[in-house]
């Protein structure tokens, strides 16, 4: 809001709010699913990837597959004689009991390990070796030397059926996690997605009538009760509810909507019914629109995901020549028993799942937290770049205030009660739908004035309003309007009001028959979220911006109230872009928070752009993060993930690499000289706790406190 030019005209549209109106999109989401229209991306019945290691699998799939191969794996296990050698009981013996590990087994094998077989040889075809390579490779060798064993071939003591079965359990449990990882944050989504109404009343001449939620048009009216849910995007028309936005923002306090608020499908009026004007349905609400973001984040790339993919087809490499270099050696020695044996346990414990797992499950599961916070990840990077940030630019209208006027100060004539004169100016701006005029009406609620009657209300263009009180003709408006009207605006007045306009407010005065009683400063309402932003921030060692169209004197009085560091005042919508750039070429990495609509050049050109209010405009496309709400603490949850997910990438990746470095080795027995040989038994028992340790510990990120409201 440029309250600079409230002095002049406070009836007027602001130029530099940067809103959206009436909660339409304004570039409606070409293929996202609205109600009814659920593309099937997430869930345990859903098809995550659609390209990858895990193409056209589904995590319900790798459930099923695992609790099957967990529960053949049990007797497969225990009937194993090396896992009795290893723990010292003694399986029961009957006629058949020798084949349960060798049937079931193979049926693990075929059944279980069938996504890592097919994956593995898709990763061969396209010469691009990689993790599903690995484990098809591991499972094969397993398969084919128990096999060997179990038939009395060669003499081999390879009885690897309860490696070959945890193995196959381990790597399924694995994928089944991150690929639920994977499909939560749009699982959640279309779970929002099914909560909205199947029905709506809409509102016709002969009264209401009940319709499917799809028969709603833009411009249709519809009733929404107490405890029901919006069918459609909107603006409220007639009546006043606390609505639950919680599934949009993350935000569980109730906000209020009144007449020409904007109100957004799937979200609850919880105390009355309000009547209101559909601007948007099906693909084009705010809901679909979040649905698309996601899945946008869950198909971005980024330098993390390519570092995993490059290390998995080194691995390959190294284990197969590892392999081959054990084969070698051993036979070279002499033991060609050995040979197999060592080279069998090299190339089944090499698996680099837990390292697969390291990176991926940490950023599916950051995507997963963050659109349940109401932060929508749309590039995978932008999250990656968060926590190198040096500043925080923000915008201010609409970011770090409300871009609503709001007053500020009252000031009175010497015997004048400022309650009454408030009161008097409430009165007479009651009949208006200016932004101004609730503000002061607005003021008058909060302070429990009783308002006098007002009749024969106008409109005076530029200047302000008139009406009728109780007889007397009284005058709300601006500078222009006191030199309409000759008023005087008396000495002891005159000296607040000046200090005001010098920190950039609008000031109104109240004339009552050519007689100023008082006036009141409007400005610009700082969200009560900033101040916690801005110092937390601080804290964090972020320097903060601010970049403004306003005035240098409206511009720093913000700054001075939320402690800024630095400010950019006057400058056009188009030259944000430059103040990035000018940040940029002192060595800084720059955020941009807008709202998206004047603010795309400055988002695109910063190392993160960071669009707020998706709630009502959630097509931002310039943007690589878009916060669902209106609350700039969330800029706060992005930093603290960004860090949180970097460490637990760097604590998987140590733990990944480093079981690979130690165990291959160990396994290929570079140290049997000295006693010290990795058995398979052990290499299986550390194999599989490297894939789990690092599966939990991504898991960690769940206890990372990301709602607005809690981070300081």
């Known amino acids: ?43 345990d019945d859903h098809t995550v990837h659609s390209h990858g290691q895990h193409a056209g699998h589904s995590t319900a799939m790798f459930k099923d597959r695992f609790w099957l191969t967990l529960a053949l794996a049990v007797p497969v296990v225990y009937f194993s004689p090396m896992m009795a050698h290893l723990l010292g009981y003694m399986p029961p013996e009957f006629p058949g009991a020798a084949w349960i590990p060798p049937v079931l087994g193979t ?23 990689g993790m599903m390579l690995l484990i098809g490779m591991a499972i094969t060798v397993a398969f084919a030397a128990s096999w060997v064993t179990s038939l009395g071939i ?81 603006n409220v028309q007639d009546g006043q509810a606390e609505f639950d936005e919680s ?10 909507r009144g007449a020409g608020d904007p109100v957004v499908a799937g979200t609850v009026a919880t105390d009355s019914s309000v009547r209101v004007l559909v601007t948007a349905v099906g693909d084009q609400t705010a809901l679909a629109g979040i649905q698309r973001l996601v899945e946008e984040a869950q198909a971005s790339s980024s330098r993390a995901q390519a570092l995993a993919d490059r290390a998995a087809a080194f691995l390959f490499y190294f284990a197969a020549g590892a392999g081959v270099l054990t084969f070698i050696a051993w036979t070279l ?44 990840i749309k590039n995978r990077m932008a999250l990656e770049r968060m926590r190198t940030i040096d500043v925080v630019l923000f ?22 009660d400022p309650d009454a004169v408030l009161a008097l100016a409430a009165a007479v701006e009651s009949d208006s739908e200016h932004p101004v005029a609730r503000a002061i009406v607005r003021a008058a609620k909060a302070r429990h004035l009783a308002l006098p009657e007002a009749t024969g209300f106008t409109s005076l263009t530029g200047r302000g309003v008139r009406a009728g009180v109780d007889g007397r003709t009284v005058h709300v408006g601006g500078p222009a309007l006191l030199r309409e009207l000759g008023a ?50 601080q804290r964090r060692g972020i320097k903060v911006a601010m970049v403004t169209g306003d005035a240098h004197q409206v511009a720093q009085a913000v700054a001075a109230d939320l402690d800024i560091d630095e400010v950019f005042a006057e400058v056009l919508p188009a030259d944000k872009d430059k103040k990035v750039a000018e940040l940029q070429s002192r060595g800084l990495k720059v955020a941009m928070v807008g709202d998206g609509v004047n603010d795309s050049p400055a988002l695109a050109r910063a190392e993160v752009g960071i669009a707020i209010g998706a709630g009502t405009d959630v097509a931002v496309e ?5 916060l669902a709400g209106n609350d700039p603490r969330a800029v706060l949850s992005m930093v603290d993930l960004s860090r949180a997910s970097y460490r637990k990438m760097w604590q998987n990746l140590v733990w990944a690499t480093g079981y690979n470095i130690l165990s291959v080795p160990l396994a290929a027995g570079v140290l049997a000289f000295a006693g010290v040989v990795l058995s398979p038994a052990a290499g299986a028992v550390l194999m599989s706790a490297s894939t789990v340790v690092v599966a939990l510990n991504a898991q960690l990120l769940r206890r990372l406190k990301l709602n607005p409201s809690e981070v300081r």
């Open 1 to 43: 809001m440029n309250t600079g030019n409230r002095q002049e005209a406070h009836h007027h549209q602001d130029p530099d709010s940067n809103q959206p109106v009436g909660g339409m999109l304004t570039h409606p989401p070409a293929h996202a699913a609205g109600h009814g229209t659920h593309t099937g991306h997430g869930g």
């Open 107 to 129: 049926v693990i094998f075929l059944y279980g390990g069938q996504p890592f077989l097919k994956g593995g040889l898709q990763e061969l075809k396209d010469r691009a070796p």
């Open 154 to 234: 060669g003499g081999f003591d390879l009885d690897f059926w309860w490696e070959l079965a945890l193995l196959v359990a381990i790597m399924l449990l694995g994928h089944w996690i991150e690929m639920r990882a994977l499909g939560s944050a749009q699982g959640a989504l279309d779970a929002l997605a099914a909560l909205l109404p199947d029905e709506a009343e809409r509102i016709t001449d002969d009264g209401t009538e009940t319709v499917p939620v799809s028969a709603l048009s833009p411009g249709d009216l519809v009733l929404v009760r107490p405890g029901a849910r919006m069918p459609a995007d909107g």
């Open 247 to 256: 599934m949009i923002t993350g935000e569980s306090k109730t906000v209020t």
């Open 333 to 376: 020695l002499g033991s060609v028993p050995d040979a197999v044996t060592r080279t069998v346990t090299v190339l089944v414990i090499a698996c680099p799942h837990a390292l697969g797992l390291a990176i991926p499950l940490v950023i599916a599961i950051s995507t997963e937290q963050a659109a349940r916070a109401g932060v929508l």
């Open 395 to 416: 915008d201010k209208t609409g970011t770090l205030t409300t871009g609503e006027p709001e007053l500020k100060d009252i000031a009175v004539a010497e015997g004048a």
């Open 488 to 537: 005087v605006e008396p000495a002891t007045l005159a000296d607040s009001t000046r200090v005001w306009m010098n920190r950039g407010a609008a000031v109104l005065h109240v004339v009552d028959g050519g007689k100023v009683l008082g006036a009141v400063s409007m400005e610009d309402a700082v969200r009560p979220e900033s101040r916690q932003a801005v110092s937390a921030l």
């Open 622 to 626: 310039s943007a690589g993060v878009v």
